[in-house]
């Protein structure tokens, strides 16, 4: 969603709706749990990305994904890279 003066609010990876500001620390919070949104690993290099420069985020819950390529069933195929 691209608000009206023009910067990019929120993106949509995986089928999730991410919340920009959040991640980048604009809307500055100490922790985001993005558990069980079936993110994989491009949507994990996105995320790594834009929160590289988020001062204040400690804590990002990424647990029940399949970054890995490996759901939470052990279902998929594992990849490293």
Request: glycine residues 10%.
């Given at each position: 969603?691209?608000?009206?003066?023009?910067?990019l609010?929120?993106?949509?990876?995986?089928?999730?709706?991410?919340?920009?500001?959040?991640?980048?620390?604009?809307?500055?919070?100490?922790?985001?749990?993005?558990?069980?949104?079936?993110l994989?690993p491009?949507?994990?290099i996105?995320?790594?990305?834009?929160?590289?420069?988020?001062?204040?985020?400690?804590?990002?819950?990424?647990?029940?994904n399949?970054?890995?390529?490996?759901?939470?069933?052990?279902?998929?195929?594992?990849?490293?890279?």
């Amino acid at each position: 969603y691209v608000s009206g003066s023009g910067v990019l609010k929120t993106l949509n990876l995986d089928a999730n709706e991410l919340d920009l500001p959040k991640l980048r620390g604009t809307d500055p919070v100490e922790s985001l749990d993005l558990s069980r949104k079936s993110l994989g690993p491009a949507s994990a290099i996105v995320i790594a990305s834009l929160i590289a420069g988020n001062a204040v985020l400690t804590t990002v819950d990424l647990t029940c994904n399949t970054i890995c390529g490996i759901d939470v069933d052990g279902a998929g195929e594992y990849d490293a890279s």
